[in-house]
Every structure is written in C-alpha cells, then in structure tokens.
C-alpha cells in the first residue's frame, strides 16, 4: 500500500513547539508526552539527507500540519520552504498565525506567491472568541499576519473548527474572510468532544479503508519517525516518552524496536515502508484484531469532517 514510488503526499510535523494551548491538542491532553515538547526540530540538513526529491517521482504535496507542532516556530522555516519549493509540488501550511513579524509574513507570502501553494490560518472564531479555544492566541495578531500574507498573492485559506460556542459566527466568518481577500473558507467538525465541538454523525464502513494510504500519504514526526499517518502519532510519542503501551499498535511498535525500525537517522525511507511495523498494521485490518486506531477512524469514521469552500 505504502510504495516509495507512488507516495504522493507527505505530512511533515517539524518541530515540538507551539506557542498556544489548544485544550483538544495532545499537549494538553497527554501529561506522558509532555517530556518530549519544546525540544526538538527537524533541521534543514537532515531533512535534505533523509527526504530526497529523487526519491519521490509521484510526489504532489508536502504538508506542513503536525499533532504537536506549530510549523512557524521552526527557526529554519523559510530555508525549508525554499528546499521544497525546488521540488515542484503543491505546498500547504497548516498555521494558528499569532507568531512571527509583519514582514516574516510578508516573506512568507512571496516566497509562495508564484504557484497555488497555501497557508491554512486557524481561526475559530471572530474578535476574541477564537482564543477560547486556540489559547493564548491573539486575534489581532492574527489578523495582521494574514494581512501581510495576502498583501504579497499569499494564497490563505481560513479554518474554523465549529463548536457550540462559536457555531452562530460561521456565516459572518465566511463573508469577513472573502473581504479579507482568503480564497477559500474550510470549516471542521472535530472527531473530538473535549471541548464542546459540534460533533456530525457519520456512517461507519463495512472495512478499513485506510484514508492515508489511500492517499498515498505518510507522515513524519518532529523526532523524525515515519509512521502511516498522523492519528498514531499520538500513542508512537507515548511510547516513546514512557513506554506506556495503551492498544495493539503500541504493542506492535514496541516489538518492531520503536524508532529502530522507523527513524530516518537508522532507516532508508524506502525499509521503513517495507518494514515490518507497516507490513503488520496492514496484516491486522483482516484479523479479528486490527489496530484500534485504523478500526477507530478508518472503519468507524471518527475522523475530522472537513468541508471546503472556494472564495469568489
């Protein structure tokens, strides 16, 4: 499922620093992985070691959108983007947008502004009602810094997770972001239910249908460990901060040596995705005992609902 040669769209979670407090996001709600925050980056030069344009002939997307990450904070971030962009695909940058100067923006937005690339701002509400949840954001801030984006043809996108709380401004949200010249408008109904998310019924499915490799996607951790998609990162960095085994997958990690088998620094790409750990997770979906968080999203469908709408 997972072939080098086909691999189309890669998710990178670069760093393990964020600057705000999302009471949905793992840093909050893990005490066990809080040891392994604020001190990691992946660095530019590994990063051209380990992820190699030649290496990915399908390549369409890399994506800047982590579990514990907010991709700005990282010190080498406009280097990286400027590594990427030499390998002509589509780049999207999942941001909260409250970091950094006008001008850093400003950058940002030419650096990008030459293919449909784009910067996906959080903002979950109007005025002051996105920091309930995006805590210690600063809408004001925020507004600013897509400002400057846009001013130079950054291509911006706005991202509103609808809560209970925020629900009545999604239209006003919508008109305000065409005025302020975003060219699409994404709305998120959470899987989760920890912070008064509106949540949507879905219909589960008769069998996994693995939504990453579908896509032809894999993610990479800010420890840099390839692993098939962002919903096991969370139990990937348990283990690895406590050896705390929750499911099967973690189970499954241990026994495959955790980062031995699937980090960049010991491991070719290409035998991380032959490996093993891959191989048994696939093996699992036709057991009676498939990996609980592929049954979870990937058959009961408590996944993210995502609906996008393009600006005219």
């Not at 991709?71 to 990427?84: A, C, D, G, V």
């Not at 690339?117 to 801030?141: A, C, P, Q, W």
């Not at 109904?189 to 949540?199: N, V």
């Not at 010991?266 to 990996?291: A, K, V």
């Amino acid at each position: 499922m997972w072939n080098l040669n086909e691999i189309e769209w890669i998710d990178f979670e670069i760093t393990s620093f964020c600057n705000i407090k999302c009471p949905g996001c793992l840093r909050q709600q893990s005490e066990i992985v809080k040891p392994l925050l604020n001190k990691e980056y992946l660095k530019l030069d590994d990063l051209k070691k380990w992820i190699r344009r030649i290496d990915f002939p399908s390549i369409k997307i890399v994506n800047f959108c982590g579990s514990v990450d907010e991709p700005t904070s990282h010190p080498e971030f406009l280097e990286i983007i400027k590594y990427f962009k030499t390998w002509n695909c589509h780049i999207n940058i999942a941001t909260n947008g409250s970091i950094r100067t006008k001008k850093w923006w400003k950058n940002l937005g030419i650096l990008l502004k030459d293919h449909p690339h784009s910067v996906h701002f959080g903002i979950d509400g109007l005025d002051g009602l996105s920091h309930r949840y995006r805590v210690n954001s600063n809408y004001e801030k925020v507004k600013e810094n897509w400002r400057s984006f846009i001013s130079e043809e950054g291509r911006a996108i706005w991202q509103f997770i609808v809560f209970e709380w925020n629900e009545h401004q999604l239209e006003d949200a919508r008109k305000f972001s065409v005025d302020e010249g975003f060219e699409g408008f994404r709305t998120i109904f959470s899987h989760r239910s920890t912070s008064g998310e509106k949540k949507v019924n879905r219909e589960a499915l008769d069998n996994i249908e693995c939504k990453y490799g579908n896509q032809k996607r894999i993610f990479i951790n800010h420890l840099g460990n390839v692993i098939p998609c962002c919903h096991l990162n969370s139990e990937t960095l348990e283990v690895l901060s406590s050896n705390r085994i929750k499911t099967n997958f973690g189970e499954l990690y241990v026994n495959n040596g955790k980062q031995l088998s699937t980090n960049l620094r010991y491991q070719h790409i290409n035998d991380i995705l032959n490996g093993d750990l891959f191989n048994d997770i696939i093996r699992s979906w036709s057991t009676q005992n498939p990996i609980k968080k592929c049954y979870d999203t990937c058959k009961q469908k408590k996944h993210d609902l995502f609906e996008d709408i393009k600006n005219d």
